[in-house]
């Protein structure tokens, strides 16, 4: 029996001798197991038949020869079912030793490693006999750490004695030994570097200018989006095509400044002026050639007009200049959705007595909201026009219209509001807005209020 056991440390420690240096900076490990072991079910047993699974424990050494591959030695010590052969002596008592070859089918630091392997090993079973028994399997190592990794395995052995094939299922810990140098991080770095192509260009990373970055050999791998022949790693302008000589920047107007340098890229000029033609009166840099606004310092997106108010529409072009505001309204304010619903509703609600212009009561209040509107928004003026339906004299029609009109724009004034501000104007019954022959042309009698931006 120890002659068989001798012949099984033998082979392990052959094993363990023909190592070689793997890529992980750890080379050797502890295991501990608990088994579950089955001799029952590969018997004649049942496989669900749990209550005859008895228990046992490993404790291993393994040492990694390969990036992917290991030697493990583990020992065994358990209690087995002996199912069938002596009805005597229900259990006996197991003590094994394994050599196994390990492939792990990932690298080392992934979250969750795969794993198969394959051996031979001896088991003594106590006061009985010794036989030589072939594990094969499968397990899984979860990264807890860099170093330990909890374990699972499932493991068919297989007897060269009769009746004695079993399972073990086993959970439990890997612990990696040691701590690895710099200098091995150094060599595993270098290792890496030597066998990696991150950007897939054909060039490894230890020799790629551009690693993160494809590109062809003759600029060593870095990339030139521009196709100016200058390769982006040396190119001051890589998204514009330019010349070797300006750095891989062009110049537009050929004044022998490049464009990021030149005040006038679009204008040929000197390096006095800064690649500028002429005098540059108001110094924005904009010459006086094509600047708008020669007098006032702006600048060049604005062909040197300034914007006082900030809102992105130069001040020649701003209706509002001291007042930002949208390209919709030239450049002042947007009136708010309440305000310019109070305007449309003010033609429907300021009323007179029928036939005169004079105010009811309830009108001056939505009269006073307009004021407030008009000292909200004091960048607008506003017109005031007067409309009728087709009852009675058109001249007539037309002078109650303007004198309606007129007696909104005077009581404005009353409030407050710049006679500046307000214009008005009658237009009798030339503008319905409903056909003077339907039910409903009573609409037509109506006063509006425009808010204008100022000329």
């Known amino acids: 029996m120890w002659k068989n056991f001798n012949i099984i440390i033998s082979i392990a420690l052959m094993f363990l001798a023909a190592g070689v240096r793997s890529q992980s900076p750890y080379t050797s490990g502890v295991s501990v197991k608990k088994l579950f072991l089955d001799y029952q079910s590969q018997n004649g047993g049942s496989l669900v038949n749990f209550k005859d699974y008895r228990h046992g424990f490993e404790l291993g050494y393994q040492r990694n020869i390969g990036p992917n591959l290991g030697i493990n030695i583990p020992f065994k010590y358990g209690v087995i079912s002996d199912y069938g052969l002596d009805a005597l002596h229900k259990y006996r008592t197991i003590a094994g030793l394994d050599a196994v070859i390990q492939y792990r089918f990932l690298t080392s630091d992934k979250m969750v490693n795969p794993y198969a392997f394959a051996g031979i090993g001896g088991v003594y079973e106590l006061k009985y006999d010794f036989n030589v028994q072939a594990p094969l399997g499968a397990g899984l190592l979860f990264k807890i750490t860099d170093q330990l990794h909890f374990n699972y395995q499932l493991e068919y052995r297989f007897s060269f004695s009769e009746n004695r094939n079993n399972l073990h299922h086993g959970i439990g810990f890997v612990y990696m030994l040691g701590k690895p140098s710099d200098k091995e991080e150094a060599a595993g770095n270098d290792e890496d570097m030597k066998n990696m192509d991150s950007d897939g260009d054909g060039i490894m990373d230890n020799k790629d200018l551009c690693p993160k970055e494809a590109g062809p050999s003759e600029y060593n791998g870095c990339p030139d989006k521009d196709g100016d022949k200058v390769p982006d790693n040396q190119d001051s302008c890589p998204d514009v095509k330019g010349t070797k000589k300006f750095k891989g920047c062009p110049d537009t107007d050929n004044d022998g400044i490049a464009d990021p340098d030149d005040a006038c890229p679009d204008f040929a000029g000197t390096k006095e002026n800064k690649g500028c033609p002429e005098k540059d009166s108001d110094g924005d840099g904009v010459p006086d050639k094509i600047d708008k606004c020669p007098d006032s310092r702006g600048l060049r997106v604005y062909n040197g007009c300034p914007d006082s108010d900030g809102d992105g529409i130069e001040d020649s072009r701003d209706k509002c200049p001291d007042v930002p505001g949208t390209v919709a309204t030239g450049g002042c304010p947007e009136i708010t959705k309440e305000d310019k619903d109070v305007l449309n509703s003010a033609m429907r609600s300021v009323n007179f007595e029928t036939g005169k212009s004079e105010l009811l009561s309830d009108s001056k209040l939505i009269l006073n909201k307009i004021a407030d509107i008009l000292n909200k928004y004091s960048s607008y003026d506003m017109i005031i026009s007067g409309h009728t339906d087709d009852d009675g004299d058109e001249v007539l029609n037309q002078k109650l219209s303007e004198s309606r009109a007129k007696a909104c724009y005077d009581y404005l004034i ?42």
């Open 414 to 455: 009353s409030k407050g509001v710049s006679i500046t501000r307000l214009e008005y104007i009658g237009y009798g019954e030339s503008k319905p807005i409903v056909p003077n022959k339907s039910d409903a042309k009573f609409l037509n009698r109506r006063v509006e209020f425009n808010l204008i931006t100022r000329k």
